[in-house]
């Protein structure tokens, strides 16, 4: 399953994407991110996936823009520390 | 030289008159839904306060959102971003950062020691971002905009505001009127959301002292404390806030 | 068939109501599942008898999830002797998921949207548009009802009916009336441009204030409003069938205009589709009733 966490507003979309079929809830993003945008937990979605996966916490879903923003400067934007710690390339940004 | 600097915002038109650096007329007029007619208003009212005519102005720069309402008057514009730099940098030399909240727009812009722009990040479309989601709450609040930023003086304790969205965060703010959170307590949260927003946008261009706070928000205490607190420093706020665009359009005319 | 309907007149999206099957001798039955969705406005409660619907209910949300859950339940069931002690399993949905008291677990208003549509409408079903009052829900299902791709935004007012209300307000038209009246124009206008709710109802007060009908403006944004959802879909990608769930299934205006821009009808249903979320919830309480039947 893909799930898109986040929103889109007039300003733009802010999801954070993630392949639940490829991610097996190692946690490595959750301790790459700085700001607490990340957890792991049992996926709310899908009632028959038991292991654990990772997940946009609730604080942060709705602020993605703000909450990522210090990962993202505007000019020579370093990868991304959540994006680049997968190891199975599950996770990516829409902005 | 004698020069004007006319910024069309998206709620006031600001016009300035530049003579060889020195401020000699300026007007504010709110923009309504004739940003023309308000212009032409506030440029005589500001021609009228330096006792000269339109044909005295040798050269006339139009900056903001409206500004092509304004080609009446003026021949050439700059952006918001250039305009606020070249004021900035002006009253104060020692400005690298300048954040400009705007009724519909919030800005922050990285400069050098000349006032050029070396980066800048806008929070751009959705009301959030800008003075209009003070202006919504101080009306679901039932508190002036200009009372708004002085109630915080009085909070005891920080409140969580969750609503992202101002349509939403007006509900919240009714509940929690209703759960009878203090007015000081909500009025805090709203300055304390606002300010996230704006530093979370200063934060992606890098934050470098000094920092210069303009716009009319920079009149709102609240606002300022909020910020001076989410930043850890204390910004830099010119007399006039709102007339730095204007300043700085008129600047780039005597150019 | 014991029906009964209380219409309260209050808001477009929703109707009191209550349905059960007096054909259905419960007091024999295997499994007695039931699917619990409490949302912001309303609740609604389906209870299953070996895999047949038994009765359901749609209510009002209370200011407390846990009474909502009880009473919404308990409405379900009266006159039928059942009682909530007799359901041997419970999933919990919505925006209260968690705060069904007698309910074994909770599982997404996403997944139990896609396992309701899917019992609802047919196996063709593979997208889904929920949009209620406070939120919108795009998802992408396969044959089975199982989520392929999805995405929720309840961050901006401007993709939810909350959008809508705020421009039936400003325009002094009922919300029920703002489909119908969006037809009623010679040539369909631009979208109003802005996306903000907040500086898209200053658009409009423009508009109005250049001579535009409000009949006009409300087709702007409705336009809008659809160019702004099939944006949505396109993010999780659009095949049909394509179901529209939520209290916009009843605004035309926005419907059609979203069909036409995705260039894909939505199937029709005569069945209560507010209650795909606690279908779905029950379907997955029979499922997982069974599964822990086998594991005992």
Sequence with gaps: MIAHYGYKDA?????????????????????ACRW?????????????????????????????????AQCKPVSDRPPLPCVSACPNGALSHSW | MITAGIDCGAKTVKVLILKDGR????????????????????????????GLSKNDIQRIVATGAGRLEAAFLAKEETTEV?????????????????????????RAIKIDRNGKVVDFAVNEKCAAGAGAFMEAMSRAL???????????????????????????AESEV????????????ISRAIHDAISDRIVSMVRRIGLERDVVLIGGVAKNIGFVNSLNRDLELEVKIPEEPEFVGALGAAILAAE | MAQEVRTTGEYWRWTESRWNDPDIDWRKAKTITAGVDVGSVSSQAVIMVDGKIFATGNMRTGSSSPDSALNVTNWALEGTGMKIEDIHYTVGTGYGRVNVPFAQKAITEIACHARGANWIYGPT???????????????????????????MNDKCAAGTGRGMEVFADLLAVPITKIGEVSFQIDEEPPAVNSTCVVFAKTEATGLLRAGWPKEKVIAAYCSAMAHRVAELLE????????????????????????????GIETLKTDFDVQLAGAVGAALFAQALLKKHRSAA
């Design chain 1, 11 to 31: 300003s733009g979309e802010y999801f954070i994407i993630l392949d639940t079929e490829k991610c097996d809830g190692c946690g490595a993003c959750v301790d």
């Design chain 1, 36 to 68: 607490g945008v990340l957890e792991v937990g049992v996926d709310p979605n899908n009632p028959f996936h038991e292991e654990p996966i990772v997940l946009v916490t609730e604080e942060h879903r709705n602020k993605l823009k703000y909450s990522c």
């Design chain 2, 23 to 50: 401020v000699i007329g300026k007007s504010l007029a709110l923009a309504g839904f004739d940003t023309k007619a308000a212009t032409e208003q506030s440029f005589n009212i500001a021609l009228r306060g330096a």
């Design chain 2, 82 to 106: 250039a305009a606020d730099a070249r004021g900035a940098i002006k009253l104060f030399p020692s400005a690298r950062t300048v954040i400009d909240v705007g009724a519909e727009e919030g």
């Design chain 2, 142 to 168: 039932e508190v002036p905009l200009e009372e708004l930023g002085e109630l915080t003086l009085k909070s005891q304790r920080a409140v969580p505001m969750n609503a992202q969205c101002v349509v939403f």
């Design chain 2, 174 to 185: 009714v509940t929690l009127i209703h759960a009878k959170t203090p007015k000081e307590d």
């Design chain 3, 125 to 151: 079903v593979r997208t889904l548009l929920d949009m209620g009052g406070q939120d919108c829900k795009a998802i992408h299902c396969d044959e089975k009802g199982k989520v392929i791709n999805f995405l």
């Design chain 3, 235 to 262: 993010r999780i990608g659009v095949e049909k069938d394509f179901v529209i769930t939520g209290g916009i299934s009843k605004n035309i205006g926005v419907v059609k205009r979203l069909e036409k821009e995705l």
